[in-house]
């Protein structure tokens, strides 16, 4: 009887997804000690509200920027440029919306969006040539963005904060919609989207098939340059839609702090999502719980009351922790540190028996 | 006569992975001064017993007495430092490093924290002397080749102080006279009175090198019996069994192409075509229903020609025409879309993408063909995958099984099987039978032989001359990236072939 059932949950731990989906929830009862009413969600003029809704609206950026970033990832790659492209069509965005006679017209604010996104597009198009075309280390082809794209953002918004007053842009990242918040919409389907894109094609196979070995990938015929400019591609426009909803959510755009670090969360995210660096399988569902996690240790360190002053600390300590349980390595050894020494000790009693006749 | 104690003795080794017994109470004993082979098929358990006695995995069951005292290795590091080392099939040394720096990195002599590089390189240049290695010792490693490097590898393990060597199949990819040198040199390690694991597949070498043999089959010990005393017929029978006709069959086949054969025109035909460094231009016309094989030593330009084929690698020279039509072969992609494929012998680096499952990596090919857009079904893909496991009986028959777990026999099936789903006209096949075991072996010769019958047309490339001729319908002789010559299997014998190798020219 314990037999099976401790069977059945080393089965469940053995899930890729059981250790951070655990530690997400445990990270979320421990607000519930602080705030009694955390896991309240009601409807206040007609928008959802709860610290719950908060987190995922907050986290949406995050989750669109690491959305993409699994799949760059997956090919062995990696993005650095993210937070520069969030900046960037950002400000390109208000700078339009800012130049309108008319700041609320919707025809000016999806022009905005429009060439924002557009822009975007051809950011990765430009990732993807050094990458695949170039050959190009993608750690060194994405700083180039990384650096040049801040300084992109900020000529688009002359070194000022761009401050915006339009009603339809605000909608993107703060607004809502049939009562739920819009950007968190946006979210759920972007990565619909994405699932639709990796599973139900063979994009998701051909995506771990390059990352897991690409000589392998090349010689059984796959376009793997295709394959991985499209990652990239993919992966700028969702920090493209991402730079949206953070501009949007503050109706300004500032070239230098937007977005600024976003890249590390979203390579955090992924990683936690089980998700290795070293490319191959990958998991858009970890990646949202990844996501989620980042969020609700931000929220927490607010409502527990850390000081501010070590929030970064506290921040870097969880992560830490969560890392490690997720590692089975690590826990192999704290749980064989426990049992190692008697069974050695087994051994020992055992060739004494046998050298004692 | 009394034995002399063993210096290692495994007892009753039990090793289950979930779903299956990899090992179910093995007993093996080793003794100082011989050469003890470990044999059997794929799937055997030669491996899992090599890594329960190095501490890579925990054993469920069983006893290891190392000079009588019962150890359990927490790893390869462990165990090199009780005396217990491998020198694997692929090397595991820094090729960036030189000789000397592979040879002591991790324990090197050090005066107050600082390195004796000196020292480093006369006790290098001493150990390689030993070995009557003719190297230079502070030159990059990389730049030897492979069986040099394995030699290094082996002064390392015996500078550790190895009473135990473990050879985990280190010829595969060495040529003759490669393998002379280190049998050369486990002679001379025997006669010092270290105990050697050797594990290979080449019956041959068993009985140049060995004096005792252990044989497994599924995880079971089958028998330990004195090499001078097991005739080579007794000890293929001990490795599988009852599949031993399966061998004698084949050389049943007819040996030269049908004349109807030669007068159509080839499926692919190549023409002067050649790279510079790599091959020199060569003429070479596969027909359909027709093996030919490509012989030569190690470096003689085979892998070459078969990677030009199959546009691996780009031509400089020449042209390649399928079916009398001239094509351009630029990449993989286009080679496919002409119905060439192209199984490597790296099937690791090169062919398995190993943290993919078997149906994964069996549709591959045809699902690269396709392009990502078109998915094939997912009932399609069953079909498909069930059909060759069951055809090539790849085992455990389980496609949802990560390639990574399977054996070496296993996994070159699967690699075959991608290739087969997508219907080729030209099968390249680089070693398909390296490093496999016999009974896997004759599957693949029969798989080929029964391919040619089905109108496919077959590149065999192997190390092994026998098994060239064997299969063969045209056999083309390479020799230092030179096509020699190309002639009709009839009545070809080995040593004929031998001899254009060595001379360099048609005899």
Same mark, same amino acid.
């Given at each position: 009887?314990?037999?099976?059932?401790? !069977?059945?949950?080393?089965?469940?731990t053995?899930?890729?997804?059981?250790?951070?989906?655990t530690?997400?929830?445990?990270? /979320?009862?421990?607000?519930?000690?602080?705030?009694? &009413?955390?896991?309240?969600?009601?409807?206040?003029?007609?928008?959802?509200?709860?610290?719950?809704?908060?987190?995922?609206?907050?986290?949406?950026?995050?989750?669109?920027?690491?959305?993409?970033?699994?799949?760059?990832?997956?090919?062995r790659?990696?993005?650095?440029?993210?937070g520069?492209?969030?900046?960037?069509?950002?400000?390109?965005?208000?700078?339009?919306?800012?130049?309108? &006679? &008319?700041?609320?017209?919707?025809?000016?604010?999806?022009?905005?969006?429009? /060439?924002?996104?557009?822009? *975007?597009?051809?950011? !990765?198009?430009?990732?993807?040539?050094?990458?695949?075309?170039?050959?190009?280390?993608?750690?060194?082809?994405t700083?180039?963005?990384?650096?040049?794209?801040?300084?992109?953002?900020?000529?688009?918004?002359?070194?000022?904060?761009?401050t915006?007053?339009?009603?339809?842009?605000?909608?993107?990242?703060?607004?809502?919609?049939?009562?739920v918040?819009?950007?968190i919409?946006?979210? /759920? !389907?972007?990565?619909?989207? *994405?699932?639709?894109?990796?599973?139900?094609?063979?994009?998701?196979?051909l995506?771990?098939?390059?990352?897991?070995?690409?000589?392998?990938?090349?010689?059984?015929?796959?376009?793997?340059?295709?394959?991985?400019?499209?990652?990239y591609?993919?992966?700028?426009?969702?920090?493209?839609?991402? !730079? /949206?909803?953070?501009?949007?959510?503050?109706?300004?755009? &500032?070239?230098?702090?937007?977005?600024?670090?976003?890249?590390?969360? *979203?390579?955090?995210?992924?990683?936690?999502?089980?998700?290795?660096?070293?490319?191959?399988?990958?998991?858009?569902g970890?990646?949202?719980?990844?996501?989620?996690?980042?969020?609700?240790?931000?929220?927490?360190?607010?409502?527990?009351?850390?000081?501010?002053?070590?929030?970064?600390?506290?921040?870097?300590?969880?992560?830490?922790?969560?890392?490690?349980?997720?590692?089975?390595?690590?826990?192999?050894?704290?749980?064989?540190?426990?049992?190692?020494?008697?069974?050695?000790?087994?051994?020992?009693?055992?060739t004494?028996?046998?050298?004692?006749? | 006569?009394?034995?002399?104690?063993?210096?290692?003795?495994?007892?009753?080794?039990?090793?289950?992975?979930?779903?299956?017994?990899?090992?179910?109470?093995?007993?093996?004993r080793?003794?100082?001064?011989?050469?003890?082979?470990?044999?059997?098929? +794929?799937?055997?358990?030669?491996?899992?017993?090599?890594?329960?006695?190095?501490?890579?995995?925990?054993?469920?069951?069983?006893?290891?007495?190392?000079?009588?005292?019962?150890?359990?290795?927490? @790893?390869?590091?462990q165990?090199?430092?009780?005396?217990?080392?491998?020198?694997?099939?692929?090397?595991?040394l820094?090729?960036?490093?030189?000789?000397?720096? +592979?040879?002591?990195?991790?324990?090197?002599?050090?005066?107050?924290?600082?390195?004796?590089?000196?020292?480093?390189?006369r006790?290098?240049?001493?150990?390689?002397?030993?070995?009557?290695?003719?190297?230079?010792?502070?030159?990059?490693?990389g730049?030897?080749?492979?069986?040099?490097?394995?030699?290094?590898?082996?002064?390392?393990a015996?500078?550790?102080?190895?009473?135990v060597? $473990?050879?985990?199949?280190?010829?595969?990819?060495?040529?003759?006279?490669?393998c002379?040198?280190?049998?050369?040199?486990?002679?001379?390690?025997?006669?010092?009175?270290?105990?050697?694991?050797?594990?290979?597949?080449?019956?041959?070498?068993?009985?140049?090198?060995?004096?005792?043999?252990?044989v497994l089959?599924?995880?079971?010990?089958?028998?330990?019996?004195?090499?001078?005393?097991? =005739?080579?017929?007794?000890?293929?029978?001990?490795?599988?069994?009852?599949?031993?006709?399966?061998?004698?069959?084949?050389?049943?086949?007819?040996?030269?192409?049908?004349?109807?054969?030669?007068?159509?025109?080839p499926?692919?035909?190549?023409?002067?075509?050649?790279?510079?460094?790599?091959?020199?231009?060569?003429?070479?016309?596969?027909?359909?229903?027709?093996?030919?094989?490509?012989?030569?030593?190690?470096?003689?330009?085979?892998?070459?020609?078969?990677?030009?084929?199959?546009?691996?690698?780009?031509?400089?020279?020449?042209?390649?025409r399928?079916?009398?039509?001239?094509?351009?072969?630029r990449?993989?992609?286009?080679?496919?879309?002409?119905? $060439?494929?192209?199984?490597?012998?790296?099937?690791?680096?090169?062919?398995?993408?190993?943290?993919?499952?078997?149906?994964?990596?069996?549709?591959?090919?045809?699902?690269?063909e396709?392009?990502?857009?078109?998915? $094939?079904?997912?009932?399609?893909?069953?079909?498909?995958?069930?059909?060759?496991?069951?055809?090539?009986? $790849?085992?455990?028959?389980?496609?949802?099984?990560?390639?990574? +777990?399977?054996?070496?026999?296993?996994?070159?099936?699967?690699?075959?099987?991608?290739?087969?789903?997508?219907?080729?006209?030209?099968?390249?096949?680089?070693?398909?039978t390296?490093?496999?075991?016999?009974?896997?072996?004759?599957?693949?010769?029969?798989?080929?032989?029964?391919?040619?019958?089905?109108?496919?047309?077959?590149?065999?490339?192997?190390?092994?001359?026998?098994?060239?001729?064997?299969?063969?319908?045209?056999?083309?002789?390479?020799?230092?990236?030179?096509?020699?010559?190309?002639?009709p299997?009839? @009545?070809?014998?080995?040593?004929?072939v031998?001899?254009?190798? =060595?001379?360099?020219?048609?005899?």
């Amino acid at each position: 009887m314990t037999a099976s059932l401790s !069977g059945h949950m080393s089965a469940l731990t053995r899930r890729r997804l059981f250790w951070p989906v655990t530690i997400l929830i445990v990270l /979320l009862l421990a607000n519930l000690l602080f705030t009694p &009413d955390f896991f309240k969600i009601e409807i206040r003029g007609g928008h959802l509200y709860g610290s719950l809704i908060d987190i995922v609206r907050f986290g949406a950026p995050l989750i669109m920027v690491a959305l993409g970033m699994t799949l760059v990832i997956a090919t062995r790659g990696i993005d650095l440029s993210v937070g520069s492209i969030v900046a960037i069509c950002g400000a390109l965005a208000c700078l339009w919306i800012s130049g309108q &006679d &008319d700041q609320n017209s919707v025809a000016g604010v999806l022009t905005a969006v429009g /060439l924002a996104l557009g822009l *975007a597009l051809v950011l !990765g198009l430009w990732n993807g040539f050094l990458v695949a075309g170039v050959g190009m280390q993608p750690i060194i082809a994405t700083l180039i963005l990384m650096v040049a794209g801040r300084g992109l953002a900020q000529l688009i918004t002359d070194g000022q904060i761009i401050t915006i007053n339009s009603t339809p842009y605000k909608l993107i990242g703060g607004g809502y919609w049939l009562t739920v918040p819009f950007s968190i919409l946006l979210a /759920l !389907g972007a990565v619909a989207l *994405a699932v639709a894109l990796t599973r139900r094609t063979a994009l998701g196979m051909l995506i771990e098939s390059v990352g897991g070995n690409a000589e392998a990938s090349r010689l059984a015929g796959i376009g793997s340059r295709r394959i991985i400019v499209m990652v990239y591609v993919f992966c700028a426009f969702c920090a493209g839609i991402a !730079g /949206l909803m953070i501009s949007s959510n503050v109706s300004s755009a &500032d070239g230098n702090n937007a977005g600024l670090w976003i890249e590390l969360d *979203a390579i955090l995210a992924v990683v936690i999502g089980g998700t290795s660096l070293a490319g191959g399988r990958f998991s858009i569902g970890g990646t949202v719980v990844g996501a989620l996690l980042i969020q609700a240790l931000s929220t927490t360190i607010y409502t527990v009351g850390v000081p501010p002053e070590t929030t970064l600390l506290f921040k870097a300590l969880v992560v830490t922790v969560v890392c490690l349980i997720q590692s089975p390595a690590f826990r192999a050894k704290v749980f064989q540190r426990r049992r190692r020494p008697s069974a050695r000790a087994a051994a020992r009693e055992k060739t004494k028996v046998e050298v004692a006749p | 006569m009394a034995e002399p104690a063993a210096i290692l003795a495994m007892t009753g080794i039990t090793k289950e992975f979930p779903g299956v017994k990899a090992l179910s109470d093995v007993d093996f004993r080793l003794f100082p001064g011989e050469v003890h082979a470990l044999m059997g098929e +794929n799937g055997a358990g030669k491996s899992t017993l090599i890594k329960a006695l190095t501490g890579v995995y925990d054993i469920d069951g069983g006893e290891i007495l190392l000079e009588g005292e019962a150890v359990r290795f927490t @790893g390869p590091l462990q165990a090199q430092q009780a005396g217990v080392s491998t020198v694997y099939q692929e090397i595991n040394l820094c090729p960036n490093l030189s000789v000397a720096e +592979n040879i002591f990195i991790g324990r090197e002599p050090r005066r107050l924290g600082a390195i004796q590089w000196k020292k480093i390189h006369r006790r290098a240049t001493e150990l390689l002397r030993r070995l009557r290695l003719d190297i230079d010792a502070s030159a990059l490693l990389g730049t030897y080749s492979i069986a040099v490097q394995q030699m290094v590898a082996i002064a390392r393990a015996i500078d550790i102080s190895a009473k135990v060597l $473990i050879f985990d199949e280190p010829t595969s990819s060495l040529d003759a006279k490669e393998c002379e040198q280190l049998f050369r040199v486990m002679r001379q390690l025997k006669d010092e009175g270290i105990a050697i694991l050797f594990v290979t597949h080449f019956l041959d070498q068993v009985y140049e090198v060995t004096d005792r043999v252990t044989v497994l089959r599924n995880g079971r010990l089958v028998g330990e019996r004195l090499t001078a005393e097991l =005739a080579q017929i007794d000890l293929v029978a001990m490795m599988i069994g009852k599949e031993l006709e399966v061998l004698e069959q084949l050389d049943e086949q007819p040996k030269s192409s049908p004349a109807a054969l030669q007068d159509a025109s080839p499926v692919v035909a190549a023409s002067e075509l050649g790279r510079d460094g790599a091959v020199a231009p060569f003429n070479l016309a596969i027909h359909r229903g027709e093996v030919v094989g490509l012989a030569g030593l190690l470096g003689s330009g085979r892998t070459e020609v078969a990677r030009l084929l199959f546009g691996a690698d780009r031509a400089d020279h020449g042209q390649i025409r399928v079916d009398g039509t001239t094509v351009a072969v630029r990449n993989p992609r286009t080679a496919m879309a002409h119905g $060439i494929a192209f199984c490597s012998e790296n099937r690791r680096t090169e062919g398995l993408v190993e943290d993919l499952t078997v149906r994964e990596n069996i549709i591959l090919a045809l699902q690269a063909e396709r392009g990502w857009s078109r998915p $094939i079904p997912r009932r399609r893909q069953e079909e498909l995958v069930d059909k060759y496991i069951k055809a090539l009986r $790849i085992t455990p028959a389980n496609p949802d099984m990560v390639v990574r +777990n399977l054996s070496g026999g296993n996994q070159q099936k699967v690699l075959l099987a991608r290739w087969l789903i997508t219907e080729p006209r030209l099968l390249i096949l680089d070693e398909p039978t390296r490093g496999i075991d016999v009974g896997a072996k004759a599957e693949i010769q029969r798989l080929v032989v029964s391919l040619a019958d089905g109108g496919m047309a077959v590149l065999f490339i192997s190390a092994e001359l026998e098994e060239v001729l064997r299969l063969s319908h045209k056999i083309a002789v390479l020799r230092d990236r030179h096509l020699v010559t190309e002639m009709p299997n009839d @009545g070809v014998d080995v040593e004929h072939v031998m001899r254009i190798i =060595a001379s360099g020219a048609a005899v």
